[in-house]
């Protein structure tokens, strides 16, 4: 087929879906397909191809940092410009398949989904509604609660001028808090506040950038993530921390975390993770033509807790999505084959 990979885009995620979107390319071209690599942000907008089987793909490193705001909004102008009209539209119109690698902010809230949706395109992924009740954490925890995935207490708000809300000092008065942006991924701009006097520095960063907070009681126990594919979970992955929380620069720069895949737990414990994991994915919308992944932390007593449920999780060479692919027997191609068969077309 003639596939379009759509990746880097105008989040704070966009050095990871520029690795992931070159990871993609690579496998889709050892599958047989011929791909064009496109930036819908980036000036100009096609990074490679058309690529046919046999051609380099230039590797992808992910930074210690993620995009600056400023940088941020420019690239979302010209997100919208490329998606709206023009060459890029074109371009996307010819091909067989669109295969999503964005990661965050439009890429997977749902805007990019609907706008395909309207066109007609066919994508890989879940759709517009699925990326929307997973975007918003605090609305996704509520959902999942309703559906019996345990879930733990939380708190969000919008920084202003007003003081924390007194439900969030209480949290951080009871014990250490994690406090993160209520919409993102890759563990972008997530704090661990053991004191109330950290939070003026947090709320400060989210009042400048306009971003909607959620806090949540610091959970001690072992972390957790089970990937979904189409209706299949795959092997649990624990996360092994040397820090508090399994912030942006650990999740990303190779050897600052382990991943153990098969997780070393109790096979009661890993079939409950994925039970619950493929109860979150339908209680959020996602189908049989989707995949997911899913995210625990578990409390003092052992019992996991959700976190959230990624949309569009990454697809790097160091992604959790893939290493547990690799823990089911599949290589980093059959993971890509199987998203491109589940895609309707």
Same mark, same amino acid.
């Given at each position: ?29 050892? @599958? ?88 007609? @395109? ?114 649990? #992955? ?6 508090? #929380? ?100």
């Amino acid at each position: 087929m003639r596939v379009v990979v759509l990746c880097g885009g105008e989040s704070a995620e966009r050095d990871v879906s520029l690795a992931s979107g070159r990871s993609v390319t690579r496998a889709l071209l050892d @599958l047989g397909h011929e791909v064009t690599l496109v930036d819908p942000a980036a000036a100009p907008p096609v990074l490679a191809g058309p690529l046919h089987p046999g051609d380099v793909v230039d590797e992808s490193t992910v930074g210690k940092e993620p995009p600056s705001l400023a940088e941020v909004r420019q690239l979302r102008r010209r997100m919208h410009a490329a998606l709206t009209g023009g060459p890029v539209l074109d371009l996307l119109r010819d091909a067989d398949l669109l295969f999503l690698a964005l990661h965050g902010g439009w890429g997977e809230d749902g805007h990019v989904q609907a706008l395909l949706e309207m066109a007609g @395109l066919p994508f890989t992924g879940a759709d517009s509604a699925a990326c929307a009740a997973a975007w918003h954490k605090g609305r996704a925890q509520a959902a999942m609660g309703a559906a019996g995935v345990p879930v733990i207490e939380r708190v969000v708000w919008r920084p202003g001028a007003a003081e924390v809300p007194p439900d969030v000092r209480r949290l951080v008065a009871d014990g250490p808090v994690v406090v993160k942006p209520v919409v993102g991924g890759s563990s972008v701009s997530v704090h661990h506040v053991t004191a109330p006097s950290q939070l003026a520095e947090v709320t400060a960063e989210a009042r400048a950038g306009g971003v909607e907070l959620m806090a949540e009681p610091f959970l001690p126990g072992r972390e957790f993530t089970v990937g979904v594919v189409g209706g299949r979970a795959l092997p649990v #992955v624990e996360i092994e921390l040397t820090t508090a #929380v399994f912030d942006y620069a650990a999740k990303y720069q190779p050897g600052a975390v382990s991943e153990v895949c098969p997780a070393r737990a109790p096979a009661e414990l890993t079939a409950r993770l994925q039970e619950l994991a493929l109860r979150a994915h339908r209680a959020l919308g996602f189908g049989e033509d989707a995949h997911s992944r899913t995210d625990f932390r578990c409390a003092a007593d052992g019992e996991p807790m959700c976190i959230e449920v990624n949309a569009l999780p990454g697809l790097t060479a160091t992604s959790l999505l893939p290493r547990a692919a690799a823990g089911a027997g599949w290589t980093y191609p059959d993971l890509i084959r199987r998203i491109v068969d589940l895609a309707p077309r």
